[in-house]
């Protein structure tokens, strides 16, 4: 059974402030850049076979602080694009609340009913999550491992609601979140845990 270990890239001045990064180039903070050593470290220990990253400049900086470690290359795949939030990116999320209050609740009651301003479904997100999978999975599908899959959110939200079969949870939290990992087996067509 594959084995991913989905990291949230580290800290980036936007996480810091609150906006919504999407799909802009920020890099990590100080603080981001400590995270992204804390958390080789915590993983340095098991046995990877491959670091993927989505093309973003803080997955890059994560997922390349994982490859010096490791002795590995980074593999960044264009299909883990972060979700495109359109007019919102570069909002302080409080923003996008105050503003646009019953899109801003309906966002985190029923998000698949939302599409950005200018920007893409949740849907869309999820067929681009589900081909990363595909390849993936066809790439080291012949033997156990441990790959290492870095996504900013809400995308790593989307990869982990792919794996688990469950609700994406809120995303205006999972925006928030960085500098943190978790293992999730992987059996393709296969409802799996999360270890």
């Known amino acids: 059974m594959l084995r991913i270990v989905?990291?949230?890239p580290g800290q980036t001045e936007y996480d810091?402030?609150?906006?919504?990064?999407s799909r802009l180039a920020v890099p990590l903070t100080e603080e981001g850049?400590?995270?992204?050593?804390?958390?080789?470290q915590q993983l340095r220990e098991l046995d990877f076979k491959a670091?993927?990253?989505?093309?973003?400049?803080?997955?890059?900086?994560?997922?390349e602080a994982f490859?010096?470690?490791?002795?590995?290359?980074v593999r960044q795949m264009d299909s883990l694009a972060n979700l495109n939030a359109g007019l919102w990116q570069g909002k302080l999320i409080t923003e996008v609340k105050q503003n646009q209050p019953t899109v801003y609740r309906l966002w985190q009651?029923?998000?698949?009913a939302v599409c950005p301003p200018q920007g893409e479904t949740l849907g869309e997100v999820r067929l681009r999550?589900?081909?990363?999978?595909?390849?993936i999975w066809k790439k080291h599908q012949k033997g156990d491992g441990n790959v290492i899959v870095v996504a900013p959110e809400p995308l790593a939200s989307i990869i982990r609601s792919e794996i688990l079969q469950t609700e994406f949870g809120n995303l205006w939290?999972?925006?928030?979140?960085?500098?943190?990992?978790?293992?999730?087996?992987?059996?393709k067509n296969a409802v799996v845990s999360k270890v």
């Open 6 to 8: 989905l990291v949230r």
């Open 33 to 40: 850049t400590r995270q992204a050593s804390e958390m080789v």
């Open 67 to 73: 490859a010096a470690a490791l002795g590995m290359k």
């Open 129 to 135: 999550a589900q081909n990363a999978l595909d390849k």
């Open 173 to 187: 939290e999972a925006e928030r979140r960085c500098g943190w990992w978790e293992l999730i087996q992987y059996e």
């Open 51 to 63: 670091i993927y990253c989505a093309p973003c400049q803080a997955c890059a900086e994560t997922a």
């Open 109 to 112: 009651e029923n998000p698949e």
């Open 16 to 21: 810091h402030q609150g906006r919504i990064r």
